[in-house]
């Protein structure tokens, strides 16, 4: 029983599986999976950097592309302590099925540096996002793999790498990097695009299930940039968010939180819970009643051990890989409907492809004209995956990759790589 459930929540394992499952029940031959299942490339670097008392820390980084046929490679970079190869893999994987669900003319790719910003002071930080970008300088670029903000960073993060990048190209280059600060060619909506794309999934879902949005009770696990933009859009909405927690804990009120309050209080890491002495546990929160469950955190928080007590008919993952295979299932025969992590969570990488796009026109487009885009890529997605997990008789999460796997899969045959 625990190699199992160890199984279950090796987050590169479970992508290779749930890939190898999609290519053949699409009748794709074994070659394809033995091209898919891994990166084209991972880039290990070392990463000297001067902090600011006088010694020199050496830093390691990671570039994953996953592939770059259909377009080139498009993801974030992480800093977090827990980073490592098989994480950026995975998460290069993930990107590219996002990519392939919302149609997007990219592969993905993904980095990330192991280290602790929250420990660090800003000329630290800058300091090592400027040593990252030369140390990938030659694998990345407008053409070849776009990075993005990700866990930990931002687009002061963004800024830096980008101008380091244009400082190594001498010339400038707003479209080597997305997440940027609007006066440097970032695109209006990219900051609450990530919760903006759930609320739309959501939406649809909901809509399919029944289940008006208003008065719904949800619970967000997750009150970083992405879970506090979501209890805000949906508490504006007419829902009741009834739990929320960060990295300290999590509140849970049958009634509803006031969200406004719980906004203006939390710090810069969004973190609120520290406040309250009544806070419950992350664990505690996931199995409170609720209509619509949304984990917006890590890997990992929904397993075989607790799926049977979940108590929500929605659950829409905003974050990337929140429930393990043995949890799907579980959940699955349950009849809860789960919006995977590679749609519901696409609305950052569609954004990311408009501010790629508008830098290379030069051209940049109103908050209203990003988002009417935006709500009709990710409707069309959940169309089309709802509508191929009943026609395959598969679930939500086999199907969506079913729909992104396929575009890279006729990309990599009409090449002639396989």
């Given at each position: 029983m625990l190699v199992e459930e160890k199984e279950n929540t090796d987050v590169l394992a479970r992508t290779q599986q749930v890939i190898q499952t999609a290519l053949s029940k699409l009748g794709y031959d074994e070659a394809y999976n033995e091209l898919l299942k891994e990166p084209l490339r991972l880039l290990t670097v070392r990463i000297p950097v001067k902090m600011d008392d006088g010694k020199v820390k050496v830093f390691t980084g990671y570039r994953a592309q996953h592939?770059?046929?259909?377009?080139?490679?498009?993801?974030?970079?992480?800093?977090?302590?827990?980073?490592?190869?098989?994480?950026?893999?995975?998460?290069?994987?993930?990107?590219?099925?996002?990519?392939?669900?919302?149609?997007?003319?990219?592969?993905?790719?993904?980095?990330?540096i192991a280290c602790d910003p929250r420990t660090m002071s800003f000329g630290e930080l800058e300091r090592l996002s400027r040593g990252y970008v030369r140390a990938i300088s030659q694998l990345v670029g407008p053409t070849k793999d776009i990075p993005a903000p990700d866990v930990f960073t931002n687009s002061q993060i963004m800024a830096w790498m980008m101008d380091e990048y244009s400082r190594i190209r001498e010339f400038d280059s707003p479209g080597f990097i997305t997440g940027k600060p609007i006066v440097l060619g970032g695109s209006i909506g990219r900051e609450s695009s990530t919760a903006l794309g759930v609320t739309i999934v959501l939406k649809e879902a909901a809509a399919v299930l029944g289940l008006p949005l208003e008065k719904a009770r949800i619970i967000i696990q997750?009150?970083?940039?992405?879970g506090s933009y979501?209890?805000?859009?949906?508490?504006?909405?007419?829902?009741?968010?009834?739990?929320?927690?960060?990295?300290v804990g999590a509140l849970y009120d049958p009634n509803g939180l006031d969200i406004d309050s719980l906004l203006d209080r939390r710090d810069s890491f969004g973190t609120v819970t520290n406040l309250f002495p009544n806070r419950i546990t992350n664990r505690e929160l996931l199995v409170q009643e609720c209509d619509i469950l949304i984990p917006a955190a890590i890997e990992n928080q929904i397993t075989a051990e607790n799926a049977h007590l979940i108590?929500?008919?929605?659950?829409?993952?905003?974050?990337?890989?929140p429930t393990t295979h043995g949890a799907t299932e579980i959940l699955t025969r349950r009849g809860v409907m789960i919006v995977p992590d590679v749609l519901a969570s696409a609305g950052g990488v569609v954004v990311s492809y408009f501010e790629w796009v508008q830098n290379n026109q030069g051209y940049y487009w109103t908050e209203d004209e990003v988002n009417e885009r935006l709500n009709k890529i990710l409707v069309d997605a959940f169309?089309?995956?709802?509508?191929?997990?009943?026609?395959?008789?598969?679930?939500?999460?086999?199907?969506?990759?079913?729909?992104?796997?396929?575009?890279?899969?006729?990309?990599?045959?009409?090449?002639?790589?396989?």
């Amino acid at each position: 029983m625990l190699v199992e459930e160890k199984e279950n929540t090796d987050v590169l394992a479970r992508t290779q599986q749930v890939i190898q499952t999609a290519l053949s029940k699409l009748g794709y031959d074994e070659a394809y999976n033995e091209l898919l299942k891994e990166p084209l490339r991972l880039l290990t670097v070392r990463i000297p950097v001067k902090m600011d008392d006088g010694k020199v820390k050496v830093f390691t980084g990671y570039r994953a592309q996953h592939n770059d046929a259909v377009g080139p490679t498009k993801g974030g970079v992480r800093f977090h302590p827990d980073v490592t190869a098989d994480e950026v893999k995975a998460l290069s994987m993930w990107m590219s099925i996002k990519c392939g669900v919302t149609n997007l003319p990219y592969g993905g790719g993904k980095g990330g540096i192991a280290c602790d910003p929250r420990t660090m002071s800003f000329g630290e930080l800058e300091r090592l996002s400027r040593g990252y970008v030369r140390a990938i300088s030659q694998l990345v670029g407008p053409t070849k793999d776009i990075p993005a903000p990700d866990v930990f960073t931002n687009s002061q993060i963004m800024a830096w790498m980008m101008d380091e990048y244009s400082r190594i190209r001498e010339f400038d280059s707003p479209g080597f990097i997305t997440g940027k600060p609007i006066v440097l060619g970032g695109s209006i909506g990219r900051e609450s695009s990530t919760a903006l794309g759930v609320t739309i999934v959501l939406k649809e879902a909901a809509a399919v299930l029944g289940l008006p949005l208003e008065k719904a009770r949800i619970i967000i696990q997750g009150f970083g940039n992405a879970g506090s933009y979501l209890a805000k859009f949906l508490h504006d909405a007419g829902a009741s968010i009834v739990g929320v927690s960060d990295a300290v804990g999590a509140l849970y009120d049958p009634n509803g939180l006031d969200i406004d309050s719980l906004l203006d209080r939390r710090d810069s890491f969004g973190t609120v819970t520290n406040l309250f002495p009544n806070r419950i546990t992350n664990r505690e929160l996931l199995v409170q009643e609720c209509d619509i469950l949304i984990p917006a955190a890590i890997e990992n928080q929904i397993t075989a051990e607790n799926a049977h007590l979940i108590q929500a008919k929605l659950l829409v993952e905003a974050a990337n890989g929140p429930t393990t295979h043995g949890a799907t299932e579980i959940l699955t025969r349950r009849g809860v409907m789960i919006v995977p992590d590679v749609l519901a969570s696409a609305g950052g990488v569609v954004v990311s492809y408009f501010e790629w796009v508008q830098n290379n026109q030069g051209y940049y487009w109103t908050e209203d004209e990003v988002n009417e885009r935006l709500n009709k890529i990710l409707v069309d997605a959940f169309r089309n995956v709802y509508d191929t997990s009943r026609t395959k008789q598969a679930d939500m999460r086999l199907s969506a990759y079913m729909v992104g796997i396929k575009r890279m899969a006729e990309a990599v045959r009409w090449r002639g790589w396989v």
